[in-house]
């Protein structure tokens, strides 16, 4: 940051070695798409900041023979006001894209050629393929996807969920499994942030919403024993609604690709569902698309080669995910997260949660 005659100028973040022309050459060959030519020149193109990223558009210019090679690429790294904090969820995603990614059919995720985080400094990067020309977001946040975009969706999201059911990697090479014991730890947690919820929010938290949560947080143990089977899971994005979701450009032939993977985790596959529609969505058009979108989950799944879960397996676990997601607004209240994202996916999870019939499953 500097000042010039009292004005605040913010000045972007210093970009990592990885975009000197020599180190992208040797990234684009490890990565296939480069053999004898290299690049000359990098340009900044485009920059902006996420909530916890920062987005750099690169252009590049080649000397020699460069058929094929991108002509642009994305570099994600942190944003500083997030850096060396929980916000920061860099070394998760670069775990993604490094370890996970390069074990998945093509045409899910977009491209890694580089991905790095540093123990010592906390600084992370991804250099990632470029989809800015191919692909764009369904719609502008938070207005839903057509009925089309989201069938398109859901089903890229089934094949990515194919990719790692029952995987034997899971919790050995693939991610992490939470014991009964962490699982106790996170809901004695989840329940001091709910008590200083209730508390803040007063009469605007009903009497009969404050007696779900409590028997939610009562059953916990019992509703957790689910997710503890290891049974029909996988691996779950995490912040799966649709504007993590690249649609292929009107004339373009290509697939949906999945992106923003700082929250994946081994989990139900349906939390990814409820997420997507029960959080994101008024009643009306959840209502409209629900039970078609779920149809069309579990018909990818199956040309995926998933076997043994069934229409109603799917159905119950889905109703599982809804109510475990009204725990949702509290943990983004819990981290500051603006009331105009958390009290909108309130109603709206509380509406799913009595349209579905979720109480039941509190016995």
């Known amino acids: 940051m500097a000042r010039d005659r009292g004005i605040v100028v913010m000045t972007p973040p210093q970009l990592p070695a990885v975009v000197e022309p020599a180190q992208l050459t040797a990234a684009l060959r490890r990565g296939g798409v480069l053999d004898a030519g290299a690049v000359r020149e990098v340009k900044v193109l485009h920059q902006r900041d996420t909530v916890v990223s920062h987005i750099v558009r690169l252009g590049l210019r080649y000397v020699g023979e460069s058929a094929g090679a991108p002509q642009s690429l994305i570099l994600k790294m942190a944003h500083a006001a997030f850096a060396k904090t929980l916000a920061d969820r860099g070394e998760h995603e670069v775990a993604f894209y490094t370890q996970l990614a390069p074990n998945m059919p093509p045409g899910l995720v977009p491209r890694c050629f580089d991905g790095h985080f540093d123990e010592e400094s906390g600084a992370w990067h991804l250099l990632l393929e470029d989809l800015t020309d191919s692909h764009e977001l369904a719609t502008v946040p938070t ?118 993977f700082d929250l994946w985790g081994i989990n139900v596959p349906t939390s990814d569902l409820a997420y997507m529609m029960a959080i994101q969505w008024y009643p009306e058009r959840r209502q409209a698309l629900e039970r078609a979108l779920l149809n069309r989950y579990h018909e990818t799944l199956l040309a995926h080669g998933v076997a043994g879960y069934t229409r109603g397996t799917l159905d119950q676990d889905y109703r599982w995910s809804v109510l475990w997601h009204i725990t949702k607004p509290v943990w983004q209240w819990s981290i500051d997260i603006p009331p105009g994202i958390w009290w909108n996916n309130l109603e709206r999870v509380m509406m799913a949660v009595e349209d579905l019939g979720c109480e039941e499953l509190l016995g």
């Not at 939610?216 to 993590?244: M, P």
């Open 143 to 260: 207005l839903p996807p057509s009925r089309d975009q989201a069938m398109a969706i859901v089903a890229t999201l089934a094949r990515m969920h194919a990719a790692w059911w029952n995987h034997a990697s899971l919790g050995e090479t693939v991610g992490t499994w939470a014991s009964t014991e962490d699982s106790a730890a996170r809901m004695e947690t989840f329940a001091g942030h709910y008590d200083r919820f209730a508390d803040q929010l007063g009469d605007r938290l009903s009497e009969e919403r404050r007696i779900l949560y409590r028997r939610l947080i009562e059953q916990s143990a019992r509703l957790s024993q689910r997710y503890h089977s290891r049974r029909h899971v996988t691996i779950a994005h995490g912040d799966a609604h649709t504007w993590n979701f690249l649609l292929p450009r009107a004339g373009v032939a290509n697939t949906v690709r999945i992106f923003d």
